[in-house]
């Protein structure tokens, strides 16, 4: 068995658990009733992990990857207007005030 990732708390860890279970790979939670020994256990040691057979090592990883998905939802847009480009975070241009379209 070979760790594959460190939830933050027991809904995190299975979470991933099951998207990997759904993808036809059987994995393990442990650690799960250590929570309660934060203080008297390394913070890292505390948190649950999920586990795969070593031969899925890799599979387990990718699976991950996708599920975790890209880190940026909302890419920059250019703006209809006058052509700026504006940050995810914007609903309407911040040199010209045109709104943000959709598609």
């Known amino acids: 068995m070979i760790c594959v990732y460190q939830g933050i708390g027991l809904t995190d860890a ?8 759904r993808n036809e790979i059987r994995a393990w939670v442990r650690g799960e009733n250590l929570l ?3 203080g008297q256990v ?3 040691d ?3 992990s999920v586990y795969v057979a ?4 890799d599979r387990a990883t990718e699976a991950i990857r996708v599920y975790q998905g890209p880190t940026l939802v909302h890419p920059e ?3 209809p ?3 700026e480009q504006n940050g995810p975070a914007f609903g309407s241009c911040w040199m010209c005030g045109a709104d943000r379209t959709v598609g």
């Open 81 to 83: 207007g006058c052509g």
């Open 42 to 44: 390394p913070i890292r």
């Open 46 to 48: 505390a948190y649950p």
């Open 36 to 38: 309660g020994a934060l």
């Open 14 to 21: 299975y979470l991933v658990r099951d998207w990997l279970e």
């Open 54 to 57: 070593k031969a899925d090592e």
């Open 77 to 79: 847009w250019k703006c």
